[in-house]
């Protein structure tokens, strides 16, 4: 089942902050966010693991709310590179479903000079 | 290191048509995938494989086909192709060293179905 996400559309003025969540009716294993411009591949951001592991790039920080299902992605400071479309991508513990990822529909960012 | 690899960029097909969409990495990642992208719908899964010899169905595998003979290449066939195929296909790769299965993407093949 696939992962919901809000909000659907941000638009943002340069240096202005936004918070993009990603809520699953599913048990967990990991949180994967990614970022994807028009016309190209989305981008790996983020995974966060059950269990508090993460890894990501340093200027994007998320949490993962193991109780709850839920994600975050806290974007600061905006910058014009920000804007793009941004999807969780879920991936439930066990057996066959590791490497497989089930995304959201995405929420697309506008970041305005 | 090239990454992952799409061939072709573009395609065109007729109702009917058969086509392989190819897939290749130089990573030596053992995990592929093939997703479509249609828009408003984010990313479906529609086959992966977690080694050489070893595929499985995603959300939407119905009309593809997929093997895995080597650990680089991951072609993805359309039996016979249909309008609702219509979309972008990505191809993905991702290495299980870490435990942390984060996906590197092709380009894409952007198909169109007439």
């Known amino acids: 089942q696939q992962p919901v996400q809000s909000p659907q559309a941000v638009i943002l003025r340069e240096g202005e902050d936004a918070v993009i969540n990603c809520s699953s009716s599913k048990a967990l294993y990991s949180v994967h966010w990614y970022r994807q411009k028009h016309g190209e591949a989305p981008v790996f951001l983020m995974i966060?693991?059950?269990?508090?592991e993460q890894k990501g790039h340093d200027k994007i920080s998320a949490s993962f709310n193991e109780k709850k299902q839920q994600s975050s992605l806290y974007l600061t400071a905006s910058q014009l590179s920000y804007s793009g479309t941004y999807f969780c991508g879920t991936e439930r513990a066990g057996g066959t479903s590791y490497g497989k990822l089930t995304f959201g529909q995405g929420t697309i960012l506008t970041v305005h000079p | 290191n090239a990454g992952v690899t799409q061939t072709p960029k573009f395609q065109v097909l007729k109702t009917g048509q058969s086509m392989t969409l190819q897939c290749a990495q130089d990573?030596?990642?053992?995990?592929m995938s093939w997703y479509r992208q249609d828009p408003g719908m984010g990313l479906r899964l529609i086959h992966y494989?977690?080694?050489?010899?070893?595929?499985d169905q995603g959300e939407v595998p119905n009309g593809y086909n997929v093997s895995r003979s080597t650990t680089e290449d991951f072609p993805l066939r359309l039996l016979s192709a249909a309008p609702s195929q219509t979309s972008v296909y990505f191809c993905?790769?991702?290495?299980?060293?870490?435990?942390?299965?984060?996906?590197?993407f092709g380009p894409g093949t952007r198909l169109t179905v007439t």
């Open positions: 993905a790769s991702s290495s299980t060293g870490t435990g942390m299965y984060e996906q590197y």
């Open positions: 966060l693991l059950k269990g508090g």
């Open positions: 494989s977690v080694g050489a010899g070893i595929t």
């Open positions: 990573m030596n990642h053992e995990y």
